[in-house]
């Protein structure tokens, strides 16, 4: 009998451990501060285990787009049409911001104007004592040393948010390269990192470099980030409450599946963008991947806005999970 027993005991347990299953997901590296915040909180609430790799959002969504993984991540939002066809649904989880982050001993309070911005990444200013540099830092000691440019070597929502903030800013950037998630870069003196914290590692370990990053990981890696020129002339630090003030211009419709581009918002900071989940119309793993999400919403705030992220206003949150319902994910 006890032998009995000890049979059913070990297969109930085996049927247990059958249909536990871990959510898996990959794509934008913006985010996954705050996503590996809110895995390790879910996990010892629930005990449920979430896995998520940072590969960049083109890998989001192709991997999501292929059924590899259960949920996608991507900073670069797709229109509906572009969902339809994919037979995606989508929606925001965070606002962050974008940082122009550089290592150059002595210089503590970069700031760059529009005219510098441009010059740096159309590769018109090559050193740092470049005119339009010293106008706008006129009492930094600023060094004859060529500018190091830091940029994703991955398909990237950073780099489309950053680009797209470039198009609207300048005309020039605009009709020769636009807002892409990778780009051939036209300065001479320049580098790639994989993933936002390959480029925050990259500017950290090599002098007279200037890249774009997110606000989290260059906060982590403790790089200095320069008050850069929004649309209006006025100069912005890149503060969280600065990016609460931008992150008040994102239209999140879900009539529209909450497509939204925020960068370039008027007279606030300009480096701003919602990162986005994509889901398979139809998987059985949808609801696991919603309450998980769900979980974050209610609980991960606090989380969010330490690591410098913006949280997602409640009645935006409603919409999300009214959302869920008209999907037929929750």
């Given at each position: 009998?006890?032998?009995?027993?000890?049979?059913?005991?070990?297969?109930?347990?085996?049927?247990?451990?059958?249909?536990?299953?871990?959510?898996?997901?990959?794509?934008?590296?913006?985010?996954?501060?705050?996503?590996?915040?809110?895995?390790?909180?879910?996990?010892?609430?629930?005990?449920?285990?979430?896995?998520?790799?940072?590969?960049?959002?083109?890998?989001?969504?192709?991997?999501?787009?292929?059924?590899?993984?259960?949920?996608?991540?991507?900073?670069?939002?797709?229109k509906p049409s572009e969902l339809k066809k994919a037979g995606l649904d989508m929606f925001p989880t965070v606002v962050g911001a974008i940082t122009f982050s550089y290592n150059l001993p002595g210089v503590?309070?970069?700031?760059?104007?529009?005219?510098?911005?441009?010059?740096?990444?159309?590769?018109?200013?090559?050193?740092?004592?470049?005119?339009?540099?010293?106008?706008?830092?006129?009492?930094?000691?600023?060094?004859?040393?060529?500018?190091?440019?830091?940029?994703?070597?991955?398909k990237s929502g950073t780099t489309f948010n950053f680009t797209y903030y470039l198009s609207k800013m300048n005309k020039t950037w605009n009709k020769n390269f636009g807002a892409k998630k990778a780009v051939?870069?036209?300065?001479?003196?320049?580098?790639?990192?994989?993933?936002?914290?390959?480029?925050?590692?990259?500017?950290?370990?090599?002098?007279?470099?200037?890249?774009?990053?997110?606000?989290?990981?260059?906060?982590?890696?403790?790089?200095?980030?320069?008050?850069?020129?929004?649309?209006?002339?006025?100069?912005?630090?890149?503060?969280?409450?600065?990016?609460?003030?931008?992150?008040?211009?994102?239209?999140?419709?879900?009539?529209?599946?909450?497509?939204?581009?925020?960068?370039?918002?008027?007279?606030?900071?300009?480096?701003?963008?919602?990162?986005?989940?994509?889901?398979?119309?139809?998987?059985?793993?949808?609801?696991?991947?919603?309450?998980?999400?769900?979980?974050?919403?209610?609980?991960?705030?606090?989380?969010?806005?330490?690591?410098?992220?913006?949280?997602?206003?409640?009645?935006?949150?409603?919409?999300?999970?009214?959302?869920?319902?008209?999907?037929?994910?929750?």
């Open positions: 009998m006890k032998k009995l027993l000890s049979v059913i005991a070990l297969s109930a347990s085996m049927t247990t451990t059958a249909f536990a299953s871990t959510i898996e997901g990959t794509g934008a590296s913006f985010p996954y501060p705050v996503y590996k915040a809110w895995i390790s909180s879910y996990y010892n609430a629930t005990g449920n285990k979430v896995n998520y790799s940072p590969t960049g959002s083109g890998t989001g969504i192709k991997e999501i787009s292929a059924r590899h993984v259960n949920f996608g991540g991507s900073d670069k939002p797709l503590d309070n970069l700031k760059l104007s529009e005219k510098s911005i441009s010059g740096i990444v159309l590769g018109d200013i090559k050193y740092w004592d470049d005119a339009s540099l010293k106008a706008d830092n006129p009492n930094a000691n600023l060094p004859h040393e060529k500018i190091l440019f830091v940029h994703r070597s991955d051939n870069w036209p300065m001479e003196n320049h580098i790639a990192g994989k993933g936002n914290f390959g480029v925050a590692t990259a500017i950290e370990t090599n002098k007279f470099s200037i890249g774009y990053v997110d606000y989290a990981d260059a906060k982590k890696n403790g790089l200095k980030m320069a008050s850069v020129q929004g649309h209006g002339g006025k100069y912005f630090d890149p503060t969280p409450a600065n990016f609460v003030s931008a992150a008040g211009h994102a239209d999140l419709d879900p009539k529209k599946d909450f497509y939204s581009i925020i960068a370039y918002p008027d007279n606030a900071y300009p480096m701003v963008a919602a990162t986005f989940i994509l889901l398979p119309e139809g998987s059985k793993m949808n609801k696991q991947t919603a309450e998980f999400f769900d979980y974050a919403y209610k609980n991960g705030d606090k989380a969010a806005s330490d690591l410098g992220y913006v949280p997602l206003p409640s009645s935006v949150k409603d919409k999300i999970r009214a959302y869920w319902t008209a999907k037929g994910i929750l």
